[in-house]
């Protein structure tokens, strides 16, 4: 079966870095939108980055433009997202995502969460001032 697990999450002071990784098994990796998103205490999910692990394709969300970059491994079915200059405001629960109905991600789907059929358990963030 489908299996994204999670790791990376911690506490740090602002402007400190983190790098998430999410291990994917049990799909054809090669050929998925992987995404990365995110919930606060109170707030919606909102999508934070994804990239197309068949054709490439990434995109981020506004408010980490700059500062956090995804990445992928495919000789290890990996996706990396590397957080740097991290704000209070990013603290929250983060989620691994795999849409398994698509070869990459696109612009009008993308941060669509009901677009992903399988999620991880997610790994916290937690940024001081």
């Known amino acids: 079966q489908v299996q994204l697990v999670e790791s990376g999450g911690g506490s740090v002071q602002a402007g400190g870095s983190l790098r998430l990784s999410c291990a994917a098994a049990?799909?054809?990796?090669?050929?998925?939108?992987m995404n990365w998103f995110r919930q606060a205490p109170g707030k919606e999910r909102e999508a934070v980055a994804s990239?197309?692990?068949?054709?490439?394709?990434?995109y981020y969300a506004d408010s980490v433009k700059g500062r956090f970059t995804i990445s992928q491994d495919n000789a290890k079915n990996t996706v990396y997202l590397q957080m740097s200059s991290l704000k209070p405001e990013d603290t929250a629960m983060y989620y691994c995502?795999?849409?398994?109905?698509?070869?990459?991600?696109?612009?009008?789907?993308?941060?669509?969460?009901?677009?992903?059929?399988?999620w991880g358990q997610g790994t916290q963030v937690t940024v001081s001032s």
């Open positions: 049990g799909f054809i990796y090669s050929s998925a939108c």
């Open positions: 995502a795999a849409d398994t109905m698509r070869h990459d991600c696109y612009k009008g789907t993308w941060s669509v969460a009901t677009e992903y059929s399988y």
């Open positions: 990239i197309g692990t068949g054709g490439g394709r990434t």
